[in-house]
């Protein structure tokens, strides 16, 4: 009980540990955008594979009378909206930029989690941590360039905030002693 009590908000450890929620976050986030996008490529592609005179599908009876006509017609009419969005879209490069980042922000978090493990380890925060921490800064200033002109989802951003929360609560960091030289 006595441990809360000395939990000081104000250490410098916190921007250690906020970088690290922080970078957890965007990894969820950037995982639900990849996702998102390479959902709709595939469902494009298999919209399109479908709709083309040569596929298995256009063979089928069905299309041949009756509302099967009228069907096949629908189906090629959204076949070809869809051919003519997707390169406004841009999925497949959005997708390649999300995986760049997820997979820039893990090597981050890993980063971050062995800063972590050497201040528990060390019982303190001293010069060679903040000097590994200076080195993850830069690691994620490269990053946040690559993020300029992304819009961000509040609601999909608000939901992984709440994951992070129950990740990586507060009360489980590790706050080390303040000297009274510091």
């Given at each position: 009980m006595a441990e809360k009590e000395n939990r000081n908000i104000h250490h410098p450890v916190w921007n250690v540990y906020d970088s690290m929620r922080t970078t957890r976050l965007n990894i969820l986030y950037?995982?639900?955008?990849?996702?998102?996008?390479?959902?709709?490529?595939l469902i494009m592609q298999i919209a399109l594979a479908a709709a083309v005179p040569s596929s298995a599908i256009s063979g089928f009876e069905i299309w041949d009378f009756g509302l099967g006509k009228y069907a096949w017609e629908i189906i090629v009419t959204i076949s070809s909206f869809i051919a003519f969005i997707q390169p406004f879209l841009m999925l497949p490069k959005k997708a390649k930029l999300y995986s760049e980042l997820v997979d820039g922000y893990k090597i981050l978090f890993y980063d971050l989690q062995d800063i972590k493990h050497k201040i528990e380890e060390d019982k303190d925060y001293a010069g060679k941590h903040k000097k590994l921490f200076k080195t993850a800064k830069e690691r994620k200033k490269k990053l946040e360039v690559k993020e300029t002109g992304i819009s961000i989802s509040q609601s999909l951003k608000k939901e992984c905030q709440t994951k992070v929360a129950k990740e990586l609560p507060a009360?489980?960091?590790?706050?080390?002693?303040?000297?009274?030289?510091?």
């Open positions: 950037y995982e639900s955008e990849l996702k998102t996008a390479e959902k709709y490529t009360e489980n960091f590790y706050i080390p002693k303040e000297d009274e030289n510091e």
